[in-house]
């Protein structure tokens, strides 16, 4: 078991250019979370999977933000027109929903700077 | 939408105290209450998973309780070492979460 794995851990880009994270979660975990976390505060949650259906997208930040689950697996977040806001690290985690509880683990998180 | 509270926000102990961390919810639906530590810079570390039919779960020095009637947790953090400073946050439901306790244990 090799832990949830993300990438790249950490991003620079230019105000306006599109940005995309890739998280691979734990194998056979069925669910797959997206957090936004910025200095001093806990994460913000931001959308989930469950295999590849989508259940919450309400609570990702704008239009400018979107995720993707292909085929149950690796998730990539998007998001397209940066803003110097959006300077945060982004955390994916996952987790097998099961009977006996819903233990989520987490990636080490994508850095990301705005400039 | 449900609020999480931690308090207090920033601790520093000597090394050896015992502490408590406090945790409550708005929304005292709780169905998973999950500890985290989390280091600088890092991700967030699972310590302890309660599923709303427990009460309470341990792992070594570490002990969490549930209080659903009132909303509120508890981790307790026996005999502390400097490798306990660290964040550590908690999570109802995996979608809210506070914004963290900051723990410093003094050599």
């Known amino acids: 078991d090799t832990g949830v794995s993300q990438n790249p851990r950490h991003k620079i880009t230019k105000r306006g250019q599109n940005v995309t994270f890739r998280c691979d979660p734990i194998?056979?975990?069925?669910?797959l979370y997206w957090y936004r976390q910025t200095l001093g505060q806990g994460p913000e949650f931001l959308t989930y999977?469950?295999?590849?259906?989508?259940?919450?997208k309400s609570r990702l930040l704008s239009d400018r933000f979107s995720a993707e689950r292909p085929k149950g697996s690796f998730s990539t977040l998007e998001i397209q027109r940066t803003e110097q806001g959006d300077s945060a690290m982004y955390l994916c985690?996952?987790?097998?929903?099961?009977?006996?509880?819903?233990?989520?683990?987490f990636g080490e998180g994508s850095w990301l700077t705005v400039v | 939408k449900q609020e999480v509270t931690q308090i207090p926000a920033a601790l520093s102990v000597p090394e050896g105290e015992n502490l408590v961390l406090n945790c409550s919810f708005t929304d005292s639906a709780i169905y998973n209450l999950q500890w985290f530590r989390q280091d600088p810079g890092k991700g967030l570390t699972s310590l302890l998973l309660?599923?709303?039919?427990?009460r309470e779960q341990t792992s070594g020095r570490l002990n969490a309780s549930l209080d659903k009637s009132s909303g509120r947790s508890t981790l307790y953090i026996a005999a502390s070492q400097p490798g306990d400073s660290a964040t550590y946050l908690c999570t109802g439901n995996q979608f809210y979460f506070g914004t963290g306790t900051s723990l410093t244990v003094i050599p």
């Open positions: 999977f469950q295999n590849e259906a989508q259940l919450e």
């Open positions: 194998s056979e975990h069925n669910r």
């Open positions: 309660i599923q709303s039919s427990q």
């Open positions: 985690a996952s987790s097998y929903l099961s009977g006996s509880g819903n233990t989520i683990y």
